[in-house]
Each structure stands twice: as C-alpha cells, then as structure tokens.
C-alpha cells in the first residue's frame, strides 16, 4: 500500500541552525500538508500546498518557515532559524482529492529537538 | 469548524466490540464526520468518514445520529494495535482544507 515517508526520523538541531524536513509524499497525490505535534499537546496544522503554491497557512507558519517542492517526488519544510519552540513531531500528509470529503493520508514523522 | 466533544478516555477488552462516542451538537448540513487515529509514536492515521448515512470500510463503522448530532465509531473488534488517541473532527464543505484536531479520546485495549 502507498505510503508517505519522512526523512530524518531524528534532527537534532542548535538554536539558529536551519533545517529541512523532507517528505515524499503518495506519487498521484496532489495537495500536500505539513502539521506538528508539540510533545504531549494537539496536532497543529501548519500549511497547505498545492500547484507549487501555499493554499493555506497557520498562524504558527511565520516568515521563518517555508516549503517547497524541489522536484516531481520530494515536498520540504524549512525553517530558516530555529527556536527551542520549535522542537516538535513534524508530520508531512498528502491528498489526491481537495475537499471535506476526502482523507489525508500522513508520515511517520520527523522528530525535531532544537538545543 | 464546528466542535467535537468525545471522552477523554475508554477501555476496551481485546476481541471485543468496542463503540466511540462523539458529540456535534453544532453540526451544520454540509459538515463531513472524519476519524482519525494516532498510534503512540506515529503519525495520524485516517480512518473513516460520512456524512449522513452510515459507512463501513476494512478498519470500522461509522454510525451516524438521524439528526446527526452524534456519531459513534465502532470497531467490531478490537485488538492490541487498535490502542490510539482517536480524533472525530468535522470538516465543512467549502471551508479549510486542513484538518483541526482536538485532544481526542485513548482508547486502551486491554488483552
């Protein structure tokens, strides 16, 4: 069964550093997602893409972060300066349909730990 | 979006039946009803969604109130693996396309 993977499983990151998270999402999947889970609180949506360009963004998705799909396979997330806030479960989805009928199938995650 | 209201826990015995509840007093007509699970250490998981009549698929059931103001997940029976924090989020027509979770509800299995 397809699937959407994550890579790394672990970054382990200094404060200020920037980092990328990499997401493969399903290969016919069109719109693509990216949430985080702050350890121990709710799953926070953080932005929506599609047709090389954001359709949606949090509150959270400040200047300092940014995605992009760098090719026809990989969907990245940056953040440009890390905060100790940041450290989080980084959860990449895809979805073949838009819409409120239709599910969104996610990663395994990213574990992220600024320090 | 409108509001769920499910218990903050439930335990369940394995191969068992075990029924989630979930409140939407607020539910508008064009609301879809969607669960999802979270497996400890794992990445949301779609389940099963509806919008007024009841679903089946390979993992559960979906019971929907007549006046759609509840919903109640059923897994017809339940294993190990089935130990989750499940979400019953709604979702407009025509709204966001991002999920919002709440806190949703774990469900322990016990052997």
């Known amino acids: 069964e397809p699937e959407v993977t994550q890579t790394p499983s672990h970054q382990v990151t200094q404060m200020g550093q920037e980092v990328i998270l990499r997401c493969v999402p399903i290969?016919?999947?069109?719109?693509f997602y990216w949430y985080r889970q702050i350890l121990g609180q709710k799953v926070e949506f953080l932005v929506s893409?599609?047709?090389?360009?954001?359709?949606?963004k949090s509150e959270i998705f400040d200047d300092q972060f940014s995605v992009e799909r760098p090719d026809g396979s990989n969907f990245t997330l940056k953040i440009r300066s890390t905060k100790l806030e940041d450290s989080a479960m980084y959860f990449c989805a895809s979805s073949d349909r838009s819409g409120t009928s239709y599910e969104q199938y996610f990663g395994p995650g990213t574990r992220l730990t600024v320090t | 979006d409108a509001k769920t209201t499910q218990p903050n826990s439930m335990e369940s015995n394995e191969e068992e039946p075990v029924h989630l509840p979930c409140n939407h007093s607020?539910?508008?007509?064009?609301?879809?009803i969607h669960w999802y699970r979270q497996l400890p250490s794992q990445g949301p998981e779609y389940v099963i969604h509806?919008?007024?009549s009841n679903v089946n698929n390979r993992m559960a059931s979906l019971a929907i109130a007549e006046d759609r103001k509840s919903s109640t997940l059923i897994l017809h029976r339940a294993t190990l693996r089935d130990a989750a924090v499940y979400y019953c989020?709604?979702?407009?027509?025509?709204?966001?396309?991002?999920?919002?979770f709440g806190k949703g509800m774990k469900l322990t299995v016990n052997p």
């Open positions: 607020t539910i508008s007509g064009t609301d879809y």
């Open positions: 509806g919008l007024t």
């Open positions: 290969s016919n999947h069109l719109y």
């Open positions: 989020i709604l979702r407009g027509a025509g709204g966001s396309e991002k999920l919002v």
């Open positions: 893409f599609y047709n090389n360009e954001i359709s949606e």
